[in-house]
C-alpha cells in the first residue's frame, strides 16, 4: 500500500475503527450492523483465504482499493466499479 486511500476500508478498520472491526491482520470487516465493507492489508492468497472465511455464505460486502482483485474460489463478485475519491 503507497498511501492511505490505496485501501481505505483497510485503513480505517487497522486504525480509529479498530473497535468497530471483525478479523485480524490478514482480513477485517466491519460488524454487519454497522456497514457491509471489508478489506485485506495486501492481495496475497492467505489474506484474500482470510477474507472469504469473514463473510458467511449468501452475505455481501462491499471492497474498496485501488487494485483489481482476483477473488477465491469462496467469494464471487456480484458488481465491479471505479470510484472517484475527494
Given at each position: 500500500m503507497k498511501h492511505v486511500?490505496?485501501?481505505?476500508?483497510?485503513?480505517?478498520?487497522?486504525?480509529?475503527?479498530?473497535a468497530f472491526a471483525q478479523g485480524d491482520?490478514?482480513?477485517?470487516?466491519?460488524?454487519?450492523?454497522?456497514?457491509?465493507f471489508s478489506a485485506t492489508a495486501v492481495d496475497?492468497?492467505?489474506s484474500l483465504e482470510a477474507l472469504a472465511k469473514l463473510i458467511p455464505p449468501r452475505e455481501s460486502s462491499f471492497v474498496?482499493?485501488?487494485?483489481?482483485?482476483?477473488l477465491p474460489a469462496a467469494l464471487c463478485a456480484i458488481s465491479t466499479a471505479s470510484l472517484v475519491q475527494m
Open positions: 486511500l490505496d485501501r481505505p476500508i483497510w485503513s480505517a478498520l487497522a486504525t480509529r475503527h479498530q491482520n490478514l482480513a477485517r470487516r466491519y460488524m454487519p450492523s454497522i456497514v457491509p496475497d492468497k492467505e474498496v482499493q485501488a487494485d483489481a482483485i482476483v
